[in-house]
């Protein structure tokens, strides 16, 4: 075979492979969530990756984009049209229509999913990324649209964002089908001023004001003065509980077609990184796709790959540790299973241990435990094994200590 008859190493396009590193960061996202949602009694759920395409596209759901020109999907061997999952909203919904007698409400349901879309790979737009599903069914309160906004918050806070960092803006589908409704537009027409106000920040104003004017709407209804009530009152809320950046955007409409009240989203305010770090809002009549009664939920999406860019253009990605505390390198082959007798006895002690076998140069080797940055070192010797005393290396500082093999264990598990 040619050099140029070989595999391509890169990933398919659009997705990303996760090297121990990039794992890690993902582990350390679902971590730090897990402990925010957790606390406010969301429980974890989770559903296979494949779906019956027509769940994306039924009455309620028809994001024209996301099914006509983002979803993946095939045809089995026994000719059902599947789908990748895009989003997780439909399939929760799903399972919540599914066991509605059995589940008590209020529900609180959180996920972390990949979800699949045919974008256009760009900054903070991929074709797999993990998203992060919060959801709360069986509420038509107020209360349970701001404890939905405020998770989002909380999220924010506990990977070290300030407030100046991202901006809640909050918008409202029941106001604009208010207006839409006053100035009886047709259902193409209220489609229309749906997608006007979705493109507002990417459209000219002037393109905004002659869409608007070819609806006949007033635009000052659309000014963010003209806040509806709820609106204002939560925001309130917000504000007596310290909670400074949350704002009503009338522009606030999401893709969505099964949102029916408050929808939000929290931007990024950073320069580059001009994306929506969560998007959510609240979905009334979703169960009745599968049900004769409706139930109401609200929650959100939040995915991995806007976040990263957040955190990433702050500083507040945690270095790297691998779990592996201890590496040993051995002065020559034959001695990697008394290496291995060594880290046996380390682990039976919970030290996290791997070995090297010997079949390059100690130097070699000692490259090896920092390319994974594992923080300590020992070698194995003739020497070492005799006196039973072993020199452990920080890897890090390079400071050196001398500790007898049978007190080793203990002397891992007080560094932590
Ligand atoms: P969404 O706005 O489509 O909402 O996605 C939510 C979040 O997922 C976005 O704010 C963004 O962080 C991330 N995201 C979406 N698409 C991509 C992509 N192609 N590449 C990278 N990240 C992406 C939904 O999916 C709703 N189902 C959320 C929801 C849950 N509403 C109620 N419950």
Partial sequence: MSKKDKLSVEPYKGVRDFYPEDQAFLQY?????????????YVEYHASILEPAELYKAKGSDNEEIINE???????????????????????????????????????????????????????????????NVDLFGSRSLAADAEVIGVAYGIMSAFGARESDFEIRVGSREAINAIATEHNLNETQTKELFGLLDRRAKISEVDFDAGLAKLGVNKSLLSPKNIPAEIEKMIADFRDAGIKNV??????????????????????????????????????????????????????????????????????????????????AVTKPELALEAQTLAGELRRGGVSVA??????????????????????????????????????????????????????????????
């Fill in 247 to 328: 704002v009503y955007d009338p522009s606030i409409v999401r893709g969505f077609a099964y949102y029916t009240g408050i929808v939000f989203e929290v931007f990024d305010t950073h320069k580059d990184n001009n994306r929506a770090l969560f998007g959510g809002g609240r979905y009334d009549n979703l169960t009745a796709l599968f049900d004769d009664e409706a139930l109401p939920g609200v929650g959100f999406g939040m995915g991995d790959v806007t976040i990263r860019d957040f955190l990433t253009v702050r500083g507040l990605i945690p270095p790297y540790t691998p779990p592996t505390a201890v590496y040993i």
């Fill in 29 to 41: 996202l679902f971590t730090t969530i897990r402990g925010v949602v957790e606390k406010v009694g």
């Fill in 355 to 416: 070995i090297d076998f010997g079949e390059r140069k100690l130097g070699d080797q000692i490259k090896t435990a920092g390319k994974h940055k594992i923080p300590y070192l020992l070698v194995v010797g003739d020497d070492e094994l005799a006196e039973a005393k072993f020199v452990v290396r920080n890897l890090a500082s390079g400071a050196e200590e001398s500790i007898e093999r049978a007190v080793l264990p203990e002397y891992f598990a007080e560094l932590g």
């Fill in 70 to 132: 983002q979803s993946y999907t095939f045809i089995d061997r026994g000719g059902r049209e599947v789908a990748l999952r895009p989003e997780m909203t439909p399939t929760v919904a799903r399972m919540v229509a599914a066991r509605r007698r059995e589940l008590g409400f209020p529900l609180r349901l959180y996920s972390i999913p990949n979800v699949f879309r045919y974008e256009r790979p760009q900054r903070g737009r991929l074709r797999e990324h993990w998203q992060l």
